[in-house]
Nanobody, 127 residues
Framework: QVQLVESGGGLVQPGGSLRLSCAASGFRLDYYSIGWFRQAPGKEREGVSCISTGNGNTYYADSVKGRFTISRDNGKNTVYLQMNSLKPEDTAVYYC????????????????????WGQGTQVTVSS
């Protein structure tokens, strides 16, 4: 069975850190680009970060640039999202997905879509 499973979410105070994990079963994650998306209640889904295959090029949304880091551990068949300096506006359900795709408009790139998705993990940033 092909499956993506996210973990590592939780409740953290503003300024704190969390590391999310995206583990794959039934296929090799290093064959795919992997993206992280998030969706807060009442808001549209936002593409947060993406890591390519091969040389591991990365993309970050402006809202998380300098605070979040995406990485791969091919030996563990897992992709991570290290989130530092968390803010209340980072509160959302976070999803990982395969084959993340960028769209170019208004002179910028945006992470807009992907193929196979995990079930999500809740991140809440609150004091």
């Amino acid at each position: 069975q092909v499956q993506l499973v996210e973990s590592g979410g939780g409740l953290v105070q503003p300024g704190g850190s969390l590391r999310l994990s995206c583990a794959a079963s039934g296929f090799r994650l290093d064959y795919y680009s992997i993206g992280w998306f998030r969706q807060a209640p009442g808001k549209e889904r936002e593409g947060v970060s993406c890591i390519s295959t091969g040389n591991g090029n990365t993309y970050y949304a402006d809202s998380v640039k300098g605070r979040f880091t995406i990485s791969r551990d091919n030996g563990k068949n897992t992709v991570y999202l290290q989130m530092n300096s968390l803010k209340p506006e980072d509160t959302a359900v976070y999803y990982c997905a395969t084959n993340c795709r960028l769209t170019y408009y208004s002179s910028s790139y945006y992470l807009t879509s992907a193929d196979s998705w995990g079930q999500g993990t809740q991140v809440t940033v609150s004091s």
